[in-house]
Nanobody, 116 residues
Framework: QAQLVESGGGLVQAGGPLRLSCVAS????????MGWYRQAPGNARELVAV?????????ADSVKGRFTLSRESAKNTVTVYLQMNSLKPEDTAVYYCNAVKTLNYWGQGTQVTVSS
């Protein structure tokens, strides 16, 4: 199994930056995809950005050009970073880290609030 620990959420003013981190540990050797999803109140969970083990990234249209996803591998961990710039109030949501092996693994979620 893989364990995911997220950090970096908080309150930021519109136009400001924020960086989220997610550390995967445990059984990480066969993680195929890692990334971030978000869920705003009353909405379904949606993809924000994901990166494959080969380094290919996919972004939601709403965040292209503003968010950047990167990945760093160490001996026993894999970390993904989501750099969020030019944040908008509509980016407010709980952000969840996700890792895909044969199963989906989720972090506990971190709140991002963008004030106008």
């Amino acid at each position: 199994q893989a364990q995911l620990v997220e950090s970096g959420g908080g309150l930021v003013q519109a136009g400001g930056p924020l960086r989220l981190s997610c550390v995967a540990s445990g059984s990480i050797f066969s993680i195929k995809v890692m990334g971030w999803y978000r869920q705003a109140p009353g909405n379904a969970r949606e993809l924000v950005a994901v990166i494959t083990s080969g380094g290919s990234t996919t972004y939601a249209d709403s965040v292209k050009g503003r968010f950047t996803l990167s990945r760093e591998s160490a001996k026993n961990t894999v970390t993904v970073y989501l750099q969020m710039n030019s944040l908008k109030p509509e980016d407010t949501a709980v952000y969840y880290c996700n890792a895909v092996k044969t199963l989906n693994y989720w972090g506990q979620g971190t709140q991002v609030t963008v004030s106008s």
